[in-house]
Structures are given as structure tokens and as C-alpha cells.
């Protein structure tokens, strides 16, 4: 069965920084492009960063760009989020999800697989 | 503000057929990117329902629908069912923003 596992996640103070981690099976993980995405309470969805299959491409959105970093360690099968700087607006679940189509992120993005989520919370 | 409009909620009786739609523009559905809709249940993670603007993964009812059109897709639900309550996204990729989503759309079922 294909699934996807995060943790991490917890109460951090603005300007903190927190490690999430999202463990992969029943699927070749090194294969698919995988992504975070977020969630504030009570609100929409939103795209934060994704990361090829070989890890050697990154995407970011805006609003995290140069604040958080999306890796992978395929002999672990294994996606992280880095979150430094964290404000209260980062406030929200996280999910990692897997690509659709393959190891390469395209314009087709569309993931197929999400996992259940880690709730960050950054207040003082 | 999302880049990609949704009504905030649409309803509908049980057997009923009920339509979402996601308007965007020229930087995103309308450059011909396509469009994809998840489905979230109360207290779960969003499930693929319909991707690449009309295909349906293997196990979602062919109840379900979707189709693209200018810079507006749509997502139809036929023979509503009480199950169906849920928040439906749809989601794309536009030129200059990267990922985008719908603001999503809360659909009653009466």
C-alpha cells in the first residue's frame, strides 16, 4: 500500500525553526517528485515546495522562499521540510503529497498520494 | 485572494446534479495548463478526484466529472449523494506564481 507518513510537527516560537519529515512506502520513492503543502486552519490550500526525484530540482513559493528548504534522502525514502524564520502566519497543517506523473516537476503538477498531515503551530 | 475563483459553497439535494466552478485567467488556465480538483472530507487530507481536466483516477464514481473551457473549468457531480459533503479544490499552474489553488468550495448536501 503506497503511504506517506509526516512528523515533525509542534508549537514553535516566531523566528524558530522546525524539521519535518515525511516517510515514504509501497512505492519507488526516488521515481516521483514530491511536494509540501499547507493548510491554515479553517483556510484553502496552498503550494509551498516541491523537489524532482532526484532532488536536484527545487521550487519554492514566495511566501517561504528563502526560509524553507525542501530535501530528500532516497536511500531513506525520506522528504523534509527545513522551516527557519517561522512567523505566525506559517501557522497551518502540512502535508507532503507525491506526483502523479513521474520524477520531473512540471506544469502538470498534480500529486496523487497525500499523507495525513503535521500540525505546526508558531506563537509565543 | 486565490489566483483561481471558486464560489465559497454550493448545495444540492441527494440525486441532484451540481457543478464548481474554478475561473482563473490568461496566466494560468486560460495558457492552457490543466486543471485538477481534490476532494477533502471533514478532518482528512485532500484526495485526487479528477486530474488533467477530465481524467478520473481508478476507484473515484464516474459521478463525477470535469471539463475546461477558456480560462474557467468546471467539476460536475451527478446523482449527489450524502457522502459527496465535503470541500472541493481545484488547482493549476500559472506562468509567473508557480502552483495555484482554487479558495475551495464547501458543497451541502440538503
Known amino acids: 500500500e503506497v503511504q506517506l507518513l509526516e512528523s515533525g510537527g509542534g508549537l514553535v516560537q516566531p523566528g524558530g525553526s522546525l524539521r519535518l519529515s515525511c516517510a515514504a512506502s509501497?512505492?519507488?520513492?526516488?521515481?516521483?517528485?514530491m511536494s509540501w503543502v499547507r493548510q491554515a486552519p479553517g483556510k484553502g490550500l496552498e503550494w509551498v515546495s516541491a523537489?524532482?526525484?532526484?532532488?536536484?530540482?527545487?521550487y519554492y513559493a514566495d511566501s517561504v522562499k528563502g526560509r524553507f528548504t525542501i530535501s530528500r534522502d532516497n536511500s531513506k525514502n525520506t522528504l523534509y521540510l527545513q522551516m527557519n524564520s517561522l512567523r505566525a502566519e506559517d501557522t497551518a497543517v502540512y502535508y507532503c503529497?507525491?506526483?502523479?506523473?513521474?520524477?520531473?516537476?512540471?506544469?502538470?503538477?498534480?500529486?496523487?498520494?497525500w499523507g495525513q498531515g503535521t500540525m505546526v503551530t508558531v506563537s509565543s | 485572494q486565490s489566483v483561481l475563483t471558486q464560489p465559497p459553497s454550493v448545495s444540492g439535494a441527494p440525486g441532484q446534479r451540481v457543478t464548481i466552478s474554478c475561473t482563473g485567467s490568461?496566466?494560468?488556465?486560460?495558457?492552457?495548463?490543466?486543471v485538477h480538483w481534490y476532494q477533502q472530507l471533514p478532518g482528512t487530507a485532500p484526495k485526487l478526484l479528477i486530474y488533467?481536466?477530465?481524467n478520473r483516477p481508478s476507484g473515484v464514481p464516474d459521478r463525477f466529472s470535469g471539463s475546461k473551457s477558456g480560462t474557467s473549468a468546471s467539476l460536475a457531480i451527478t446523482g449527489l449523494q450524502a457522502e459527496d459533503e465535503a470541500d472541493y479544490y481545484c488547482?493549476?499552474?500559472?506562468?509567473?506564481?508557480?502552483?495555484?489553488f482554487g479558495g475551495g468550495t464547501k458543497l451541502t448536501v440538503l
Open positions: 509501497g512505492f519507488t520513492f526516488s521515481s516521483y517528485a
Open positions: 523537489i524532482s526525484g532526484s532532488g536536484g530540482s527545487t
Open positions: 490568461s496566466s494560468n488556465i486560460g495558457a492552457g495548463y490543466d
Open positions: 488547482q493549476s499552474y500559472d506562468s509567473s506564481l508557480n502552483v495555484v
Open positions: 503529497a507525491k506526483d502523479l506523473n513521474g520524477a520531473v516537476v512540471t506544469a502538470t503538477w498534480v500529486t496523487d498520494i
Open positions: 488533467g481536466n477530465s
